[in-house]
């Protein structure tokens, strides 16, 4: 910012050192006079921002020097203040502003103000010199542009023509965007709707799976009724891996993730998927070495390759190719905010879909296959999973063209080895560490309470029932011992997550074992490292999380 010239008029050289020692923070250029005279020459010889004026001086007092400083025309509006070190009558106030003053400062002068005063003129006087020159450079740029409309009147048509152009290319686009937001809505709402039902429907399959477990256990031995107990078995587990699936769709599913090379996990399944299409399709990979790792659920990755080869098999009835790319570094979609993203494609030279089929392909339950070929939930999951690990799915099709299908993931930081699965760590004597136990079952639906109770009362532990975790905190505070809690976590009031904060803060000694019907756990650091299952479990997966919790507190303690 330009520094300005500040005037001080006053025949005292001790008011002047004042004046100076108040104002030399402004960082503005103070010059002084001790005389009407020199102040007048200073004037002359210099642009003056703001002059600074004492009323009372003995050759010529303000008010003179005043009148003749708005002769000039140069200075007919620069900002003069008067200073004053006597009480002015209002007459006085009156003449001082005929003359031309702008403003009065009394003596004793509070520093602050005349800092404020000083500093809003010169201000001002900086703005309207930046003014006059932006007014001045305007009117040249007026004059220059004026000059190059009148001799290009033909340019300007085609600027007109090119903006018009532009317009309705802009309006297509906010009219695709608001499409696009229509369908993202559209799904997330079918989404939340899906992971509900998906939600109770796990509970109603671990009622019936508990249930048939047990009973097959009780049957006598007679084939038949064992062959329609399995029939029961099978059927149950094939609706637990549809829910499974719209639960993917829901975004509700509950993930692994951890850093994978692509390369490496599609050499493990390039088989299956080769024999998933068949021998009538030829099978083509693009994969590079080097690409980064992704984070992703390795095993919910590999279901989703199996879905878009099946997908693309099943467009290709007459035959066909497919071909499987990765890619990283290159411009992911706008929906992406941020950060790095691996694509892999899946490219088939199929039937493709036209717009109707193809705005509604990601739909859970759609399929353009025929009765008893598809349940139409393959797309639906690849999207959920995609959109839960922080990913995209694009889908790009036509009649007659076949469809790529690219699946955006994030990029993972460094590589991570498989981690075993919690039964594989357990030793050959685990079923016979612990002996029997009193276990707290938490659940507000009273089919899953009495599934989970029968099956902890088969394996021989005794159990308590509580429907809400404000029951299970007073059989707590009542004292009933517990070794162990099983409890929901989507309940009314509290949820099972927060009873067991409560319980880690109370019960510190207590281990707890959540089940969930969907991935709906908050990001907090005191979940993690708890044991959880997923509903619908077996007995088998019961007994396996009641020993890794115990072994766990074992190992605490």
Same mark, same amino acid.
């Given at each position: ?134 007014? #001045? ?58 992971? %509900? ?10 009622? @019936? ?30 609706? #637990? ?77 007459? %035959? ?24 892999? #494609? ?14 509604? =392909? ?11 070929? %598809? ?78 109770? =029968?099956?902890?009362?088969?394996? %021989? ?44 803060? #109370?019960?510190?000694? @207590? ?47």
């Amino acid at each position: 910012m330009k520094s300005v010239n500040i005037l001080l008029v006053d025949d005292q050289p001790a008011k002047l050192l004042s004046y100076e020692v108040i104002l030399q923070d402004l960082g503005e250029n103070l010059i002084k006079a001790q005389s009407g005279r020199e102040a007048l020459e200073h004037l002359l010889r210099s642009e003056i921002a703001v002059i600074l004026v004492d009323v009372c001086m003995p050759e010529q007092d303000g008010f003179e020097l005043v009148s003749m400083i708005r002769e000039h025309p140069r200075y007919q509006n620069t900002a003069i203040i008067f200073v004053s070190a006597v009480m002015m009558a209002e007459p006085d106030r009156l003449r001082g502003y005929e003359a031309g003053a702008v403003d009065y400062v009394s003596v004793p002068i509070v520093p602050e103000v005349l800092r404020a005063k000083v500093r809003v003129f010169a201000d001002l006087h900086r703005k309207t010199r930046e003014l006059e020159g932006l007014n #001045s450079d305007l009117e040249a740029r007026v004059l220059q542009r004026t000059a190059e409309l009148e001799a290009s009147s033909a340019q300007l048509r085609q600027l007109n023509e090119e903006l018009e152009q532009r317009i309705e290319q802009k309006t297509r686009e906010r009219e695709e965007a608001l499409a696009q937001l229509f369908e993202a809505q559209k799904l997330d709402t079918i989404g939340q709707l899906t992971g %509900g039902v998906a939600h109770d429907f796990n509970n109603l399959l671990m009622a @019936i799976l508990g249930s048939l477990n047990l009973l097959k256990k009780r049957l006598p031995d007679d084939e038949r009724s064992e062959r329609l107990i399995m029939n029961a078995l099978q059927a149950a587990e094939r609706g #637990s891996a549809l829910t499974q699936r719209l639960l993917a769709f829901a975004r509700r599913q509950d993930l692994k993730p951890q850093a994978i090379d692509f390369a490496r996990l599609f050499d493990d399944v390039e088989d299956l998927l080769g024999k998933a299409v068949g021998p009538r399709i030829s099978f083509e990979t693009k994969i590079p070495a080097g690409l980064p790792p992704v984070l992703i659920d390795r095993n919910q990755l590999e279901l989703a390759l199996l879905n878009l080869f099946v997908n693309a098999r099943d467009a290709m009835e007459d %035959g066909g190719s497919v071909t499987i790319e990765a890619a990283a570094d290159e411009d992911p979609p706008a929906t992406l905010k941020g950060g790095r993203f691996l694509r892999i #494609s899946v490219v088939d030279t199929g039937e493709g879909m036209d717009e109707a089929t193809l705005a509604r =392909a990601a739909e859970p339950f759609f399929t353009t296959k025929g009765i008893g070929k %598809g349940t139409g939930l393959g797309l639906s999951m690849v999207h959920g999973l995609a959109a839960q690990s922080g990913g995209v799915l694009q889908i790009f099709s036509s009649k007659g063209s076949g469809t790529t299908v690219s699946l955006w993931l994030p990029v993972a930081e460094q590589i991570e080895e498989r981690a075993r699965a919690p039964e594989a760590v357990m030793s050959d004597t685990a079923h016979s560490t612990f002996a029997q136990h009193r276990v707290l079952v938490v659940d507000d639906d009273i089919l899953v309470r009495m599934g989970t109770v =029968a099956m902890l009362e088969d394996l %021989g532990h005794v159990t308590v029932e509580a429907a809400s975790a404000s029951q299970a905190m007073l059989v707590l505070e009542r004292g009933d011992g517990c070794d162990l809690i099983v409890t929901d976590h989507a309940m009314p009031g509290m949820t099972g997550a927060d009873l067991a904060r409560r319980i880690f803060t #109370s019960y510190p000694g @207590i281990p707890v074992i959540l089940a969930s019907g969907y991935a709906d756990l908050p990001e907090d650091s005191a979940y993690h490292g708890m044991i959880r299952m997923t509903k619908p479990f077996t007995q088998e997966q019961l007994q396996t999380a009641i020993e890794r919790a115990f072994m766990d507190r074992a190992a605490v303690a």
